[in-house]
């Protein structure tokens, strides 16, 4: 089992601590639903180091990304990220991450946790193009600082206007005391902030600095059960729930960052399924009476009949009732379409909802 460079501070502030992706990892520190609450309305601070950075450089870097990922990298300028997707040759994805531009010849690639050594195998056995590669991700850290007050909170920690950064893009900057930050106007919760990637050796002054300047903000620490209500009322997906090496990135309704203005893996498939439609697809849906729907419980109609899956299920702290997503058959997939939830062999009635959940 692994640490990362702040464990032993989660345990010193009694986290309880679980396995997540080879980490010891905070699951939570004063309970699910408040900490989700400081997220929604106030600033809180994820220790997300176990992900995965890395660095691509070179001229031929952005043709090796292009050639992997299904999004249109091309499109990226200096100090913007972007999400994206590894496409596997069999209609699946191998992951989601998120690219970032530095400059013309060198981009940064952020992987989720649980799958660094399989996405490192699968770019590099695609890198015929010379193109420099390196995995930093036992070398740096990863603070997700979340929350509307964030901006306000952080600022005094910086040279670099935080309110002028727009969504999904960047800066490399001072922070906290510390040169050559990236701060990055990204996030998994849907509720504004910021992800601060620093050195292993530089992340206790961070996270320490941190919490000073957000003391008049009631900072809290935050757990990943947390980051995973907030991602599932915004409708993220979450690797190895609701994507997979076997769901394709059109059923996920990942259309948006699927561009077929440029060849990648398995681009020529997609592109025909998306021309024929898709068969299932990925949905949002409510419970609409009591109950609360987990992952991998069955999706049937109302004959009984199973037509699916949940992949994501929890009870929503912010709108105190049942939510969750799941694979159905494309003609369940509409807006309002009735399916139940098979909750202890009672199939509970739910309603299919557009996506996201939560409404700001």
Not at 35 to 49: A, K, L, M, Q, Y
Not at 121 to 138: F, P, Q, T, Y
Not at 223 to 246: P, V
Not at 352 to 358: E, I, R
Request: proline letters at 3%.
């Amino acid at each position: 089992m692994k640490n990362t460079a702040l464990t032993h501070v989660h345990e010193a502030l009694g986290a309880k601590m679980v396995p997540f992706a080879g980490y010891n990892m905070p699951v939570q520190y004063e309970g699910v639903n408040a900490e989700h609450e400081t997220v929604r309305n106030g600033v809180g601070v994820f220790d997300v180091s176990h992900m995965g950075e890395f660095l691509l450089t070179g001229p031929n870097a952005l043709s090796l990304i292009q050639k992997v990922c299904s999004n249109d990298a091309s499109l990226l300028t200096d100090g913007r990220a972007q999400y994206s997707c590894l496409p596997n040759e069999d209609g699946g994805i191998v992951d989601d991450l998120i690219i970032y531009r530095f400059n013309e010849e060198k981009y940064l690639l952020v992987v989720n946790a649980s799958n660094i050594e399989k996405d490192w195998n699968w770019i590099s056995a695609k890198n015929d193009m010379g193109v420099e590669m390196r995995n930093l991700s036992d070398e740096y850290s990863l603070l997700a600082i979340q929350g509307p007050k964030a901006v306000e909170a952080m600022q005094s920690l910086t040279s670099v206007d935080l309110s002028a950064i727009k969504y999904y893009h960047f800066e490399v900057a001072d922070f906290a005391g510390i040169e050559h930050v990236i701060i990055s106007a990204t996030g998994y919760t849907g509720s504004g902030g910021f992800e601060i990637y620093a050195k292993n050796t530089e992340i206790e002054q961070i996270w320490n600095k941190v919490f000073e300047a957000g003391e008049a903000y009631a900072i809290k620490p935050i757990g990943l059960a947390a980051r995973d209500t907030l991602r599932l009322e915004m409708g993220f997906c979450l690797y190895g729930n609701d994507i997979d090496d076997t769901t394709s990135p059109l059923e996920a309704g990942l259309g948006w960052i699927t561009k077929f203005t440029k060849d990648f893996t398995n681009s020529d498939a997609l592109k025909k399924q998306k021309e024929e439609g898709v068969k299932r697809k990925l949905v949002g849906f409510e419970i609409t009476e009591r109950g609360i729907p987990r992952h991998d419980y069955e999706i049937a109609d109302k004959e009984g009949n199973v037509i699916g899956k949940v992949t994501s299920g929890t009870m929503s702290p912010s709108l105190n009732k049942g939510i969750g997503m799941g694979y159905v058959p494309a003609e369940y997939a509409t807006e309002g379409s009735e399916i139940y939830i098979r909750i202890r062999k009672n199939d509970v009635p739910a309603k299919v909802v557009k996506l996201p959940f939560y409404k700001k």
